[in-house]
């Protein structure tokens, strides 16, 4: 298991000079030197006088305003900050992180701001506090026949295929776990 930056993320920050003209840190000076203060403002500067997409631009501007408030959060700072409100939740999560840290060493546990992605060579799985009494798990499990607690369709916009909604710590059981190895598996 690890914990790391996105590979996505990773990804567009290193194809970044060749579709963008400079480096991030490139990037970063230019937005210092333009000494601006709001995110909005950032955005027409960079896609206005230079030509950068929205996508990148928008992702050169968030890390820029990550930087100067002292870097990206921990990744456990996130998870707590999903929880902070959800606590009775938490034990939920416990449950399926300590599953899937059983499939392997190649588990990738990845925080973001309202979810958890967990990857393998690609995303399996989310897991979301999605109100005060309820977990969403979504799965990738293409080719899997949805049933009435794991419903199929675009969970996520789109992310997973599958999805239960779980209530209870009691109901991370066989059911969940087979659910999260098959997704598990499908990722290699």
């Not at 996505?8 to 000494?35: D, H």
């Not at 890390?63 to 606590?87: C, H, M, W």
């Not at 990845?110 to 999605?130: D, E, G």
């Amino acid at each position: 298991m690890s914990l790391s930056i996105d590979p996505q993320l990773q990804t567009m920050i290193n194809n970044m000079p060749e579709k963008t003209g400079k480096s991030l840190e490139e990037w970063f000076v230019i937005l210092n030197e333009a000494n601006l203060s709001k995110h909005g403002e950032m955005m027409k500067l960079l896609k206005g006088e230079h030509d950068v997409t929205h996508g990148f631009a928008n992702t050169i501007v968030l890390l820029f305003r990550q930087q100067a408030e002292g870097g990206a959060p921990a990744e456990e700072d996130l998870v707590a900050a999903q929880y902070s409100k959800k606590q009775a939740l938490k034990p939920i999560y416990d449950k399926v992180i300590e599953i899937v840290e059983g499939f392997g060493e190649d588990v990738e546990i990845a925080p973001k701001k309202n979810y958890v992605s967990l990857r393998r060579s690609k995303q399996f799985a989310i897991i979301k506090p999605a109100t005060k009494t309820r977990v969403d798990l979504g799965f990738n499990a293409k080719g899997e026949q949805p049933t009435d607690r794991f419903t199929g369709g675009k969970a996520f916009g789109g992310m997973c295929t599958h999805l239960v909604q779980l209530t209870s710590l009691d109901e991370v059981d066989g059911e969940v776990e087979a659910w999260l190895k098959k997704a598990y598996e499908l990722a290699a």
